[in-house]
T-cell receptor, first 114, second 112 residues
């Protein structure tokens, strides 16, 4: 069974479009994250949700809007896509915060904006 | 602020060579330290971790020791295999914090 799954795996779209990436975890974790990995492999956190509440919101354009319908899902919606949004987006989850809980990562979604 | 610096890649070695990937960090207090590995086309997997000074994390023949005095967490393996080819990320999580702060990643290629 896949612990953290993301759909789609690949997403190619044009500038100006709106797209969503879905993430689901079946680990029973209560904290979920979105990370962005750029073309140089640099990985940086974007958002974190704990029990459906936004905990971390790094300096991310407000075109990016996370949505957590329940503890097991954290979707990422992106409006008015730009070329610079091209990257691999990773979802992750962990069993809470305040301790060195392991974060489990999904396989990533490669977004290409043309 | 908190940051992680890894040695520049790419690193290319022959099979059975000794591996060291350097990692140093800047953080207040006592962060937890992690090494993650990303195999081609896959997501990140936790390789090992250490939560306090002098702890040694180990897994799959890899080791790293949390050195508070040198603020380092270097990754080592005595004899690498072709299957170890991947990108390796050092990361820290500050006490009480949720987010991981990653280094820039080091691409490792092992030739047969």
């Amino acid at each position: 069974d896949t612990a953290v799954s993301q759909t789609p795996k690949y997403l190619v779209t044009q500038m100006g479009n709106d797209k969503s990436i879905k993430c689901e975890q079946n680990l029973g974790h209560d904290t979920m994250y979105w990370y962005k990995q750029d073309s140089k492999k640099f990985l940086k956190i974007m958002f974190s949700y704990n029990n459906k509440e936004l905990i971390i919101n790094e300096t991310v354009p407000n075109r990016f809007s996370p949505k957590s319908p329940d503890k097991a899902h954290l979707n990422l919606h992106i409006n008015s896509l730009e070329l610079g949004d091209s990257a691999v987006y990773f979802c992750a989850s962990s069993q809470g915060s305040g301790a060195p809980y392991e974060q489990y990562f999904g396989p990533g979604t490669r977004l290409t904006v043309t | 602020g908190n940051s992680v610096t890894q040695m520049e890649g790419p690193v290319t070695l022959s099979e059975e060579a000794f591996l060291t990937i350097n990692c140093t960090y800047t953080a207040t207090g006592y962060p937890s330290l992690f090494w993650y590995v990303q195999y081609p086309g896959e997501g990140l997997q936790l390789l090992l971790k250490a939560t306090k000074a002098d702890d040694k994390g180990s897994n799959k023949g890899f080791e790293a020791t949390y050195r508070k005095e040198t603020t380092s967490f270097h990754l080592e393996k005595g004899s690498v295999q072709v299957s170890d080819s991947a990108v390796y990320f050092c990361a820290l999580r500050r006490e009480g914090a949720q987010k991981l702060v990653f280094g820039q990643g080091t691409r490792l290629t092992i030739n047969p």
